[in-house]
């Protein structure tokens, strides 16, 4: 099947500075990627939808300028923290929708992000 | 806006009992419904899926129907096992362009 990775898997970082995760498409080309977040224990909440070539769409209530999103290439999608604080910290979750099939789409591992 | 709402767990069972997981829908027009399992330490991965009413997704021996009129989509399976523990998230789409609206999630440990 389709396989998606993202690094790091976790990241501890101090309050203030900026972290970059990458999600990528290992076999498939992915016009459309999406990036989630997940709370202990709660749902996972869609942030923004990426796609190739063009600006992402951000979810109402995510901040664009927190939050930025860089689909550079049809297997590489970035999701940049920027001046992270405490509250930043989380699960995020990538996926990759297979354009094979309309519905479909491949999650990564998810990254950890810790700030200090 | 939508949303999905799936019973909480932990549900614990024993090995062979029948397990249904409750979800139920909130959505205008006609979304697509799925049920992803996360196996411990791994991503997310799809189950089985419905893209219109009455369908019925099937996989591994789980099932679940579309049922527009109780606005659900209940996975059941007959017989589990120890390996489906796992934690089971029902989510929709409105279209291949969406992102997903997931549910909670329900942790599922089944015991020898």
């Known amino acids: 099947g389709a396989v998606v990775s993202q690094h790091p898997s976790w990241v501890i970082c101090k309050s203030g500075t900026s972290v970059k995760i990458e999600c990528r498409s290992l076999?498939?080309?992915?016009?459309?990627m999406f990036w989630y977040r997940q709370f202990p224990k709660q749902s996972l909440m869609l942030m923004a939808t990426?796609?190739?070539?063009?600006?992402?769409?951000?979810e109402q209530g995510v901040e664009k300028d927190k939050f930025l999103i860089n689909h550079a290439s049809l297997t590489l999608s970035t999701l940049t923290v920027t001046s992270a604080h405490p509250e930043d910290s989380s699960f995020y979750i990538c996926?990759?929708?297979?354009?094979?099939?309309?519905?479909?789409?491949?999650f990564g591992p998810g990254t950890r992000l810790t700030v200090l | 806006g939508d949303s999905v709402t799936q019973m909480e767990g932990p549900v614990t069972l024993s090995e062979e009992a029948f397990l249904t997981i409750n979800c139920t829908y909130t959505?205008?027009?006609?979304?697509?419904l799925f049920w992803y399992v996360q196996y411990p330490g791994e991503g997310l991965q799809l189950l089985l899926k419905?893209?219109?009413?009455?369908d019925k997704g099937s996989n591994k021996g789980f099932e679940a129907t579309y049922r527009k009129e109780t606005t659900s989509f209940h996975l059941e399976k007959g017989s589990v096992q120890v390996s489906d523990s796992a934690v089971y998230f029902c989510?929709?789409?409105?279209?291949?362009?969406?992102?997903?609206?997931f549910g909670k999630g329900t942790h599922l440990i089944i015991q020898p």
């Open positions: 996926s990759a929708r297979d354009p094979g099939g309309p519905y479909e789409q491949f």
């Open positions: 076999d498939f080309q992915a016009t459309t």
């Open positions: 990426s796609n190739e070539g063009s600006k992402a769409t951000y």
């Open positions: 959505a205008t027009g006609y979304p697509s």
């Open positions: 419905a893209t219109k009413a009455d």
């Open positions: 989510a929709l789409s409105r279209g291949g362009a969406d992102g997903l609206t």
